[in-house]
């Protein structure tokens, strides 16, 4: 059972225009989100965290918010730039000190100029 | 610093072989893990090591062997390939158990 759920395989939006990523989850001990941006041929890169104690973590372009009721984070994107075409997965993990952390599938978010 | 490293890039393995994927990380990041990324499927956690010497299993752990004898390597050894374990291999480290720097992957093909 897929415990971290990124339920749109892609998305397209227009430069300069907000992109909404989506992340849903299932385990209510899940207490810590991030969020990775990975390009082809190479790892994935740290882009954004944000803890359950806080429901909107900001840095730059960048926002997550966490609605811990609904089990669901987004990570906004404003202005996209063509550069942010990537996949980008989220992941969660629990504060019990296991290091384990659970990775969604992935979405591919392509912007076009 | 040159981050984590990993090697081979690619590799091909005759069922049945056995290899040992490197990886070394000079941040001296107590925390390193080995993922494997399949189509569809996302990261998946194979070992993870909170130090060294101390090791425990991810998701999907059968198949993989790892040690931690050092902070900076964290190798993940195939003990009999087989063409399920086709994938590509993502090493990281972190300082915690929160952000983890990623390498640049492995990948390995069995035929």
């Known amino acids: 059972d897929q415990q971290v759920k990124q339920n749109s395989p892609s998305l397209s939006v227009q430069e300069g225009r907000i992109s909404i990523l989506n992340c849903d989850y299932t385990n209510s001990m899940f207490d810590y989100f991030l969020w990775y941006k990975k390009y082809p041929a190479e790892g994935p890169t740290f882009l954004i965290s944000i803890s359950s104690i806080k429901d909107k973590n900001e840095d730059g372009r960048f926002t997550v918010f966490l609605n811990k009721s609904a089990k669901h984070l987004s990570l906004h994107i404003v202005p996209s730039q063509p550069g942010d075409s990537a996949v980008y997965f989220c992941?969660?993990?629990?504060?019990?000190?296991?290091?384990?952390?659970?990775f969604g599938t992935g979405t591919r978010l392509k912007v076009l100029a | 610093n040159a981050g984590v490293t990993q090697t081979p890039k690619f590799q091909v393995l005759k069922t049945g072989q056995s290899m040992t994927l490197q990886c070394a990380q000079d941040?001296?990041?107590?925390?390193m893990s080995w993922y494997r990324q399949d189509p569809g499927m996302g990261l998946r956690l194979i070992h993870y090591?909170?130090?060294?010497?101390?090791?425990d299993q991810g998701e999907v752990p059968n198949g993989y062997n790892v040690s931690r004898s050092t902070t900076e390597d964290f190798p993940l050894r195939l003990l009999s390939a087989a063409p399920s374990q086709t994938s590509v291999y993502f090493c990281?480290?972190?300082?915690?158990?929160?952000?983890?720097?990623f390498g640049p992957g492995t990948r390995l093909t069995v035929t």
């Open positions: 941040m001296n990041h107590e925390y």
């Open positions: 990281a480290s972190g300082r915690g158990e929160w952000e983890q720097y």
């Open positions: 992941a969660a993990s629990a504060r019990s000190g296991t290091y384990k952390y659970i």
């Open positions: 090591s909170v130090g060294a010497g101390i090791t």
